[in-house]
């Protein structure tokens, strides 16, 4: 091969002809549609980052040890925030969120808020709470009908406080031993055990896992996928009980918690708050999953009497009053809407799915227009996979089409590192039942003749880098295999998953993540997987050519901004 080179000069030739030749197979190739503005922007961020490679993480830094752009997110989501590069990210229109569950997606301070507000809140611990134990205690918080209200002074951090007794959240709070830090050392007892944190040695701290039954401490970077999953499911039983089902974990165990986010009185506020915060990040329409296993919701009462009817009426309203106020402010273009993604959980047996799939049939005929696609929800290295459903989402789709319904799968599948496991597989099962869209698709790479499948029949994989990223699934943004997936023509929207969990609220920081970690992938690349989202979410062609022009002058706006701010002085 070298001896076709004369000199030096034709072999930079070549060379340069061979890079340019093989990136503008990349899908994010674009050149012919970036106007001039849009150049000069992509060449401000490509600076900046350039820059803030150098100054921010080629810096020391006293507490995070070899730090460097698309790190670990739990450690280096503060540097993250200090940079310019980010700042101007927050601005841009990210288009849809394709790919969040509802019970994990506001901030667990505001959904702490809400909760203190209701009277019928109660908690507990399985011990009066002191310096030695509060780091591997769970709360076990639970609304609770008036008559089994609580009225007692006795603190949680009292020693002769009685295990597993109930106390007022409110009073809980007031009353928690101020050499625990007082009223904000309970809220950060109660926000860390609803989060992954990153504490000493930048690991994450398992607490302690349901009933209050401690685990080692599991650091970061040496849990295993199913480890972290596991803290995660235990982190995310706190706010909702229900999102796995009672067959993932012990039954007694499970009878023990209960969700803050399945008593009404939080639905509406809550469902509110997620609007709001997505809109406020730049997304312009959500598709989130919402977990309808438990069949009844918490009412005021604190009876578990509510329907799943009840709930989408709930989320239709507040859907409804959100955009009014939005239209009010004069802000009706930034947002085309919200729909749901009927989930049920991988532990169910083939039974119960049915009854699932007929009451999201039954649930379509009511709210046409909020159900827009079912899936099964849960760890697939755990739970049950596809296969073992398949005959019963085959008579679901058979069941649609002797109702004329249309209720498309949009399942999870591959999120895995197994080559050949259960988990992997779904990715088979997925397509075959025919998937409008993939959850995931982690190990969807390793397969071939599947990434064809998808490319010829428009696919879109919903990648959720951070969390892949957390869960174990990859060590840092520069290992993912998006770039693979993208650069094989598959269609790609990023997604957050469950935000609430991680830290990484709204789209920002996933995009800065997969901006930061190449230094190929430009303002354009961000362009497309924005677009992507509207151009394959389950909007009519009307609606979707509504969201995608709307979503195009917030683009022009957001290029106009980068020229004027992108060059003034920043981080560095």
């Known amino acids: 091969m070298s001896s076709q080179f004369t000199d030096f000069t034709h072999y930079k030739q070549e060379r340069t002809a061979l890079i340019d030749h093989d990136r503008s197979l990349r899908r994010d190739n674009s050149e012919s549609k970036v106007s001039p503005a849009e150049a000069r922007a992509d060449a401000i961020l490509r600076a900046l980052r350039e820059k803030e490679n150098s100054c921010v993480w080629g810096a020391d830094h006293e507490d995070v040890l070899h730090p460097f752009p698309g790190m670990g997110f739990l450690t280096g989501r503060d540097m993250i925030l200090q940079t310019k590069l980010f700042k101007i990210l927050a601005k841009m229109p990210k288009g849809a969120l394709l790919h969040a569950h509802l019970d994990a997606t506001v901030n667990a301070e505001f959904v702490l808020k809400l909760a203190l507000e209701q009277p019928a809140f109660h908690v507990r611990a399985v011990e009066s709470l002191s310096a030695l134990n509060i780091s591997k205690i769970l709360p076990e918080i639970k609304a609770l009908p008036q008559e089994l209200f609580t009225h007692s002074d006795l603190s949680l951090t009292d020693l002769s406080y009685m295990p597993s007794t109930w106390v007022s959240l409110k009073k809980a709070r007031e009353t928690f031993d101020p050499a625990l830090g007082g009223p904000e050392g309970f809220d950060k007892w109660v926000v860390d055990a609803m989060t992954l944190e990153v504490a000493e040695g930048k690991s994450i701290i398992s607490k302690g896992v349901i009933g209050g039954l401690t685990s080692a401490a599991a650091t970061l970077s040496h849990s295993t996928v199913d480890e972290v999953a596991s803290e995660h499911i235990h982190r995310l039983l706190i706010t909702n009980t229900h999102r796995f089902g009672k067959n993932s974990i012990k039954h007694s165990e499970f009878l023990q918690h209960v969700s803050l986010l399945t008593f009404t009185p939080l639905w509406e506020p809550y469902i509110y708050e997620f609007l709001r915060s997505s809109v406020e990040d730049g997304i312009s329409y959500v598709e989130v999953r919402v977990n309808f296993f438990p069949k009844y919701m918490v009412g005021g009462d604190g009876q578990e009497n509510v329907p799943h009817s009840a709930w989408l009426k709930s989320f239709d309203d507040t859907l409804n009053r959100f955009k009014a106020d ?20 991988r532990s169910i047996s083939v039974e119960e799915l049915d009854w699932f799939c007929e009451d999201c049939i039954a649930l379509k005929k009511e709210f046409p227009h909020l159900i827009v696609g079912f899936d099964l929800v849960g760890p697939e290295n755990t739970l049950k996979p596809l296969i073992y459903y398949a005959e019963s989402l085959l ?8 109702l004329g319904l249309d209720i498309p799968f949009i399942l999870h599948a591959g999120e895995t590192l197994g080559d050949g496991t259960e988990a992997d597989v779904n990715l088979y099962d ?12 982690f190990s969807l790479i390793k397969h071939p003749k599947l990434m064809e499948m998808c490319r010829e029949r428009n696919i879109l994989i919903e990648v959720c880098p951070i969390s892949n990223e957390i869960l174990r699934l990859t060590s840092s943004m520069l290992m993912h295999p998006l770039p693979t997936l993208m650069n094989n023509g598959l269609p790609v929207a990023l997604c957050s998953d469950d935000p609430a969990m991680f830290g990484n609220m709204g789209l920002s920081f996933d995009f800065y993540q997969v901006l930061v ?3 190929v992938t430009g303002l354009i690349a961000l362009r497309e997987l924005a677009r992507d989202s509207l151009k394959y979410s389950t909007l009519e062609p009307s609606e979707k050519q509504r969201a995608i022009g709307a979503w195009e002058k917030r683009w022009e706006k957001f290029v106009e901004y980068i020229l004027l701010e992108g060059g003034k002085e920043g981080t560095c």
Not at 395 to 402: C, G, L, P
Not at 433 to 438: H, K, N, P, S, V
């Open 517 to 519: 970690a190449s230094q």
């Open 430 to 441: 997925a397509i075959l039942l025919g998937t409008l869209r993939i959850g995931h698709g």
């Open 395 to 402: 008579r679901f789709r058979e069941r649609q089409k002797e």
């Open 326 to 345: 939005l239209k009010q402010q004069g802000r009706e273009d930034e947002f085309i809407g919200a729909r749901i993604i009927y989930s049920t959980v």
